[in-house]
């Protein structure tokens, strides 16, 4: 999922926020980059461009599919979704189970008593909910494969918060149990009222966007997956920070819709749409994926497009583009090719013959900047000439397809595996196609309430605090990787990470232990500080004594100290008054280093990290000390301020 931006807003909060003594970040925004106001497709590009057509299946089986769905979906009148749903679900593990859990997210929006609507106020992601814009989803029937009722078996179950007007999470308790390796096949009917377009999902006018739309089957994880001990359920509600996790499978859906629409969905169509009777119907299929969502519009201005690089074996890209933005449709199709291109070649070859793009009408933004498996969201069509966010959502949100879709990490317990590498792989991309430099000290600043990375999504302290730690802490941890191994390094530790994990749901440790492997070395300290942790890089110049000599010269004794974490190489440059100057570079291993230096100058400064090297320091407000003024608040403050204020200057142009 994409945070949207707030360029001028932020840097005002920023600057107002130290100026009260504190610091502070809007709730809801992302780290933005030095650009350009406008953007266009570069004149040339690394990017291989060819025609060839995709191919529409492959024979190879890429993940365990647990799970099988067959859906019919018919949109009907008052925003209401009918559907039947057969799944089949085979046992991971090995001990019998006696139910079965399904995530019934629709709930979600059933009142304001919800978990999700308590935890985030009706808000999210700088949207609110409508008024009277409420939603639910209804289990009309249930039973097994043999005809056996279960409706009255089921039971709506709340593991953690106890919320008992929260129904996003049912059990079914099964007539016997179902042995490990054993498949259960079960037959439900169910109606879907969609809410007011909101938090990913809803109607807006004639727009439907079905996100998270269906009984879903929870995930069942065998012993040893994401280091579990014990096989068993993992069981959570759906929250206001939280996104999703799910097991990889096979969908054959078939959408019922009125005859004027068009619908865009995750996999490929098996068949032309067919009309009858003032119906459109779509029948869709996608394997190895873990999810399935789809948007419907009779605006939709369609474009298709085949792809194909060495890494890219042939993808048809999709656009379904409000008609506001059908002008700007050679700006989506670089983006998502860009980003098809160079993720493939960074990360591995995207696995799926289709991607498509959802635009979603300017009244539906809370339906955009959002990924499902083959299949994203663009954010609401509400400006004509919108500058690079265009382009970085698209790519953030096809970043995802492999941290989300293909890696497929847990995103309830670990979101920045998900959320923190899909930043750092848009920040790479935006800065290799679109020359979009990442303001890295700015961002650092932002970080002003660092916790785990390891925490579950709703456990953060707040909105901001989680969108601080899964997003930008987790993408500076990636950075802070990057300096000590060098870009190229970096780049074959995610590609063998990805390699490995693709299609496994792997935990931070098994992020971790790549990472040892890869490099021949432990990183349990960087881990336990920076992400099991909740520690920052916090370097201070303490003290500048400066005394003459019975020879003439001077001696400057320097004192710097380490309050935060950890980081190997720490510059420190004492400029002089005569404007030469001395680099040290110290190993940050002591609490504190004093160095002695002789010169024909007295010191006259001395400065921590100049050139803002180190991507975890987020205070840099003590990083500058002169030697002539008294060591007080408010002259540090004010250097502070002067290096902040040009940070912020040269970030104006986002």
């Known amino acids: 999922m994409k945070l949207q931006r707030g360029k001028t807003f932020l840097c005002l909060l920023l600057v107002l926020s ?64 009918q559907g039947k749903e057969t799944i089949t679900w085979k046992h991971p593990g090995r001990k019998p189970v006696n139910e079965l859990y399904f995530h019934m997210y629709p709930n979600a929006f059933a009142s304001p008593e919800t978990t999700f609507m308590k935890e985030t106020g009706g808000k999210l992601r700088n949207d609110t909910m409508p008024a009277n814009g409420y939603g639910s989803i209804t289990l009309k029937d249930l039973k097994t494969e043999d005809g056996l009722p279960l409706m009255h078996r089921i039971q709506y179950v709340q593991p953690d918060d106890g919320n008992t007007a929260d129904q996003t999470l049912m059990k079914v308790r099964l007539p016997r149990p179902v042995k490990g390796g054993e498949s259960i096949t079960l037959y439900m009917s169910f109606e879907v009222k969609l809410p007011k377009v909101f938090a990913r999902m809803g109607y807006a006018g004639d727009f439907v966007m079905a996100g998270q739309w269906f009984p879903k089957i929870s995930v069942y994880e065998p012993a040893g997956r994401r280091g579990r001990a014990e096989e068993g359920w993992n069981l959570h509600q759906y929250h206001g920070n939280s996104e999703f996790y799910a097991d990889f499978g096979i969908y054959s859906v078939r959408i019922q819709v009125p005859d004027s629409y068009i619908v865009a969905a995750t996999g490929f169509p098996t068949r032309a749409p067919v009309s009858k009777g003032g119906r459109k119907i779509y029948q869709y299929y996608a394997d190895d994926v873990h999810d399935f969502a789809w948007a419907a519009s009779p605006d939709f201005v369609t474009y298709e497009e085949p792809f194909s690089t060495a890494q890219v074996p042939g993808v048809k890209i999709k656009l379904y583009m409000d008609s506001s933005h059908k002008e700007l449709k050679a700006r989506y199709m670089y983006a998502a090719k860009a980003a098809l291109s160079n993720f493939s070649k ?147 530790l995610l590609r063998s990470y990805v390699r490995k994990y693709r299609f496994k749901h792997p935990s931070t440790q098994d992020f971790q232990r790549v990472t040892e492997k890869l490099t021949g070395k432990s990183w349990s300290q960087y881990f336990n500080q920076y992400v099991y942790g909740s520690q920052m890089a916090d370097f201070a110049v303490d003290n500048i004594q400066v005394r003459k000599l019975e020879n003439g010269m001077y001696e400057s004794v320097v004192t710097v100290s380490k309050k935060g974490g950890d980081v190997p190489a720490v510059p420190v440059q004492i400029t002089f008054e005569d404007k030469s100057s001395v680099q040290k570079t110290w190993d940050g291993k002591q609490q504190k280093v004093t160095y002695r230096i002789q010169s024909r100058s007295p010191a006259a400064s001395v400065v921590i990290d100049p050139l803002h090297t180190i991507p975890l320091e987020n205070n840099h407000l003590n990083n500058t000390l002169l030697a002539k003024l008294p060591e007080k608040t408010e002259t540090r403050w004010l250097l502070g301020m002067t290096r902040l204020a040009e940070a912020l200057i040269g970030s104006l142009s986002w």
Do not use: C
């Open 346 to 492: 960074w990360y591995g070859p995207y696995p799926y013959s289709t991607l498509s793009i959802v635009v979603p009408p300017q009244n539906a933004n809370g339906a955009g900047g959002m990924e499902y498996p083959t299949l994203v969201t663009a954010f609401g069509a509400d400006d004509a000439a919108p500058g690079y966010n265009l382009e970085r959502t698209v790519v953030h949100e096809i970043a995802h397809q492999y941290f989300y879709g293909i890696v497929a990490s847990n995103e309830f317990e670990e979101p920045w595996l998900d959320e923190g590498f899909a930043s750092y792989a848009e920040d790479k991309l935006m800065e290799q196609e679109y020359g979009l430099i990442p303001n890295t000290p700015l961002q650092s600043g932002q970080v002003y309430a660092p916790e785990p990375l390891t925490r579950e999504a709703w456990k953060y302290s707040s909105p901001s605090h989680y969108a601080q730690n899964a997003y930008l802490r987790g993408k500076l941890v990636l950075l802070g990787m990057e300096q000590q191994l060098g870009s190229a390094k970096m780049e074959a």
């Open 18 to 81: 130290i100026l009260s003594g504190g610091s502070a970040v809007s709730a809801r925004q992302s780290p933005a980059a030095a650009a350009p106001e406008q953007a266009k497709p570069p004149v040339s590009s690394s990017m291989p461009q060819t025609s060839a057509l995709p191919s529409q299946s492959r024979a190879e089986v890429l993940s365990n599919r647990v799970v099988e769905y067959h859906i019919d979906a018919s949109l009907e009148e008052g925003a209401i979704l």
